[in-house]
């Protein structure tokens, strides 16, 4: 995949320098876990690493060359038990990203002083940066979030790859902002419905989901990302980006106001087969960040 960029150091240019104001992260035990904030009882979530990976302009992975304590007084607002610091380091690789980055990085991020009230040992250790360039300043980095420092293993890595393939492809599932219409239309035979669900998206790209009721048989329901709405699509595949899309945007109930029908048993029908989409979606579950 072109977006994908595993960079030798040599020969790469100058450039990402990162400052995050409050990056409030939990170091990973050693052995390789995934860092995790504090009172998080289990590290990152698909819903985690989706959410990390489509908000960050680069995906990377760094060795820390040295690690900086920031003085109380430059690092305002740290919350009690973190530590600011001020990190230098190597760029290993490029995982995905929408522009290059240097061979060395610097950014700022807030990390959990260990029991005795030091702060953890940083150099050498590896770990991925979800982060945006600074416009104009050569070698500066900005985390996109509280969390975007993740303890490297190739585990992790393992987890990003299909995520990061599916959100860099060229018909990939837009961002749901909404629902536009629900129409329930009750069929000629006892127990036999459609109903047809329109999402808002960002992009203003159509998808729609149906639900089929026939009698005697189990409601069959699907997601149609065009314009052609197809009686024979599917649901998503659990723990894939259009999963990732519908289960952790759509809202908890259909909202009254998107619901077209006039006729009550028709609206309670619509209402009741999104609750049965929402319900087959399962939860949008996370750990380290917020939806």
């Known amino acids: 995949m072109a977006f994908f960029k595993t960079l030798a150091i040599a020969g790469m240019a100058l450039g990402g320098l990162a400052a995050v104001p409050s990056a409030a992260l939990a170091q990973g035990a050693a052995g390789g876990d995934v860092a995790r904030p504090a009172g998080a009882a289990f590290g990152p979530t698909y819903a985690d690493l989706a959410s990390l990976s489509d908000a960050a302009e680069l995906v990377v992975r760094v060795q820390i060359r040295k690690a900086t304590a920031l003085r109380p007084e430059r690092a305002p607002g740290v919350a009690p038990g973190f530590a600011r610091l001020y990190i230098e380091a190597q760029t290993v690789a490029l995982i995905a990203g929408r522009s290059g980055v240097g061979a060395g990085v610097t950014y700022l991020v807030d990390v959990p002083l260990d029991p005795r009230g030091k702060v953890p040992k940083l150099k050498k250790r590896e770990f991925v940066l979800f982060a945006k360039a ?25 987890r990003l790859r299909p995520i990061l393939t599916e959100l860099y492809a060229a018909d990939a599932a837009p961002r749901i902002i909404g629902i536009s219409d629900a129409l329930a239309v009750p069929g000629t035979l006892t127990g036999e419905s459609e109903t047809q669900i329109f999402l808002a998206t960002e992009n203003r790209s159509p998808v729609s989901i149906t639900v089929l009721r026939r009698p005697r048989q189990q409601p069959q329901w699907g997601v149609s990302w065009g314009e052609i709405i197809d009686s024979a699509a599917r649901p998503p595949a659990p723990e894939t980006l259009r999963w990732y899309r519908l289960a952790c945007s759509l809202p908890a109930q259909l909202p009254s106001n998107a619901n077209l029908a006039r006729d009550a048993g028709e609206r309670r029908l619509a209402a009741g087969d999104y609750a049965f989409v929402r319900q087959a979606l399962g939860p949008c579950e996370r750990q380290i960040t917020k939806g």
Do not use: F, H, K, S
């Open 134 to 158: 600074v416009p104009g300043r050569a070698g500066e980095l900005q985390l996109i979030g509280p969390n975007a420092q993740l303890d490297y293993t190739p585990a992790l890595e393992a």
